[in-house]
């Protein structure tokens, strides 16, 4: 993997995809976020696919929900003013509703559910 906001040795914390699946407040490991928006991806499991990697967690955007996204899709998004999006360096992992509430997210309707490319 070895890009600079997922580096390799991030791999090993996260839990596989599907491993926490019916959990109703699972761990958040790694926050990625946009300097120039209030965008911010919350992981909590994740997995290498192909020459990619696949993350699952709560996405803080437009909408607010739960879902799929990848390395690759962070890597090339970009928020209004250009800037890349980058990974929490001081983010420490908690449980969502922790989380949610140290991060000041109001979305309290939530349920668990079902930048270079390479592998872990």
Same mark, same amino acid.
């Given at each position: 993997m070895g890009s600079r906001i997922f580096p390799d040795h991030l791999c090993v914390i996260l839990p596989p995809l599907g491993s926490?699946?019916?959990?109703?407040?699972p761990i958040v490991r790694i926050k990625f976020f946009t300097r120039d928006?209030?965008?911010a991806w919350y992981v909590t499991e994740g997995s290498p696919e192909d020459d990619d990697f696949l993350f699952f967690g709560f996405v803080f955007g437009f909408e607010q929900e739960w879902g799929?996204?990848?390395l690759s899709?962070?890597? #090339?998004? @970009?928020?209004?003013?250009g800037f890349p999006i980058e990974r929490d360096l001081l983010f420490q992992p908690d449980s969502f509703s922790?989380?949610?509430?140290? #991060?000041? @997210?109001s979305n309290t309707t939530w349920t668990a559910g079902n930048l270079q490319i390479g592998s872990c």
């Open positions: 926490q699946e019916g959990i109703s407040n928006a209030d965008w799929n996204f990848s899709e962070l890597a #090339e998004l @970009r928020g209004p003013f922790r989380t949610m509430a140290r #991060e000041n @997210r």
